[in-house]
């Protein structure tokens, strides 16, 4: 099975720089994802890792180090519209495609 | 990314009753689609694989006979809340997989009185 690991709750304030951290344990590793999803409404796609170092998109960027079984979504410049959950997701190599999801960091940005 | 739409946004239903609710894929054709349960503050939970022209695959511990799945096409998936209860009040949510990422719809919000 997999286990997945991540902070239940961050605050952070406008404009500035946050790090969600994301633990894992799996049998096999197939790639790791990050969603947005905000508050009564369906994850959206931020990033996929599934080689070692850092993917940076836009405001968002995402680490992976596979043999750390680790990951964190960086969010750089916040806004108050960040406010949300992230959601770390694993997918093992070996048996289903579709990947576990962690619980979700629910991040709170203030003025 | 994928663009996946569901029906009803919202539903209040009797204890009892019968819910159904549409997933589908507005721009490309899906053989596969996944339907997933949130509860507030809980992680994501697949229920069930739709297989267009088949069987669903139903994850363990979800029943079968209780949650309905029908893809009856390659763009429609539809899922079925049989005889209601309150512990069934959830969020409901279906998904796409397009090469190796999820795209998930907007969610069913289901109230059960």
């Known amino acids: 099975g997999q286990n997945i690991d991540q902070p239940t709750e961050m605050t952070a304030t406008e404009g500035a720089i946050v790090q969600i951290n994301c633990t894992y344990q799996?049998?096999?590793?197939?790639?790791l994802f990050w969603y947005q999803q905000h508050a009564g409404e369906a994850p959206t796609f931020l990033s996929y890792?599934?080689?070692?170092g850092l993917e940076e998109k836009g405001r968002f960027s995402s680490f992976l180090s596979r043999s750390k079984g680790y990951s964190y979504l960086l969010l750089k410049e916040l806004q108050m519209k960040d406010s949300a959950s992230y959601l770390c997701?694993?997918?093992?190599?070996?048996?289903?495609?579709?990947?576990?999801f962690g619980r979700g960091t629910s991040l709170i940005v203030h003025p | 990314g994928a663009v996946v739409s569901q029906h009803p946004s919202w539903v209040i239903c009797k204890s009892g009753t019968s819910v159904k609710i549409e997933c589908r894929s507005l721009?490309?054709?899906?053989?596969?689609m996944f339907w997933y349960r949130q509860f507030p503050k809980q992680s994501l939970m697949l229920m069930a694989t739709?297989?267009?022209?088949?069987?669903?695959?139903?994850e363990q511990g979800v029943e079968k006979d209780k949650f309905l799945i029908n893809h009856a096409s390659l763009t429609l998936s539809t899922l079925t809340v049989t005889s209601a209860h309150p512990e069934d009040s959830s969020f409901y949510i279906c998904?796409?997989?397009?090469?190796?990422?999820?795209?998930f719809g907007p969610g069913t919000r289901l109230l059960v009185l």
């Open positions: 997701a694993v997918r093992s190599s070996g048996g289903s495609y579709i990947p576990t």
């Open positions: 799996t049998s096999g590793f197939n790639g």
């Open positions: 890792n599934v080689l070692d």
């Open positions: 721009d490309f054709q899906a053989t596969t």
């Open positions: 739709s297989n267009e022209g088949s069987k669903a695959t139903y």
């Open positions: 998904s796409k997989q397009v090469l190796e990422t999820q795209y």
